[in-house]
């Protein structure tokens, strides 16, 4: 593949990094909507654990047995709109040694001629269901940082392969961006289409084109209202949602894990139970 016009890779894992499946919903849409072609996949031996992430079997033709092995893998599109093609990558989070995953993940971006990299992640984090979802971006590369407007992360904290893959990034020179959508932590539950749109906008930002949403519009328009009839049932989701809209929107958005979001949720019910 020699012909990429300066690409850019975009990819996005499943597990800690993904919440409601934004991220990976993200790249899967670019996939579908740029007729990406497959072009290498990591072999999955050394990096995944086979009894946590298990191979699936499946039928062809009603007769043959196929064994999907669970992996990451690499895809090409041509965007004549753009000026840039893409590179997109969508996989799991390994199970082991991450840094010599990061490392296959940039042999295979050197030889497509990667020239820049974006990584897409979600997080769950104490936001409304009823604003626009709030879209973090970091860049350690100063020019790129510049460029959209980044600001230096200030967090500090556990990480997941992301925040991996972003050092090293960093460490072989390559340009690097990336962006985590607040995916609401009581409606934590995949699919989460407004949080991939909001992914998708700041893609379009990057690239300078426009990405063809299809149904996804209708499709986040559909899904906040299904959470509006939840809370509407449940007084005290209801009033939670009503004291997360009062709050002014963070800047940056932390990585906060199940257990905070969980325990933020309990100590505002017995605030809620001393005073009522």
Not at 61 to 68: A, E, S, V
Not at 74 to 84: D, I, P, Q, S
Not at 92 to 111: D, T
Not at 179 to 196: G, I, L, R
Request: aromatic share 6%; glycine share 8%.
């Amino acid at each position: 593949m020699t012909d990429l016009r300066s690409p850019v890779l975009v990819c996005a894992f499943e597990g800690w990094n993904d919440a409601g499946d934004a991220a990976t919903d993200a790249v899967e849409h670019l996939i579908d909507v740029w007729e990406g072609e497959e072009v290498a996949a990591i072999d999955p031996d050394d990096f995944y654990d086979f009894q946590v992430n298990r191979p699936m079997v499946s039928l062809e033709d009603g007769l043959t047995r196929k064994i999907t092995w669970p992996t990451t893998h690499f895809y090409v599109a041509r965007v004549a709109a753009a000026e840039r093609d893409l590179v997109l990558v969508r996989g799991i989070e390994p199970n082991m040694r991450w840094r010599g995953f990061c490392e296959e993940v940039l042999r295979q971006a050197g030889e497509l001629g990667v020239s820049e990299i974006v990584t897409l992640g979600a997080l769950l984090a104490d936001s409304p269901h009823t604003r626009p979802v709030p879209v973090s971006g970091t860049s350690s590369d100063p020019e790129l940082a510049g460029r959209l407007g980044l600001e230096h992360s200030r967090y500090e904290g556990p990480t997941g392969i992301v925040g991996v893959l972003q050092e090293a990034c960093a460490t072989a020179g390559l340009p690097a961006v990336s962006f985590w959508a607040a995916v609401p932590h009581y409606v934590a539950s995949p699919p989460c289409p407004k949080a991939t749109v909001a992914l998708l906008r700041r893609v379009e930002d990057l690239l300078d084109v426009t990405i063809p949403l299809g149904d996804l519009p209708e499709e986040a328009r559909a899904w906040e209202q299904h959470v509006d009839e939840l809370a509407a049932e449940d007084a005290d989701v209801a009033e939670y949602v009503a004291s997360l809209e009062e709050r002014e929107p963070e800047e940056e958005l932390p990585e906060a894990s199940g257990e905070a979001i969980a325990a933020e949720f309990q100590r505002f019910l017995r605030r809620q139970g001393d005073t009522g």
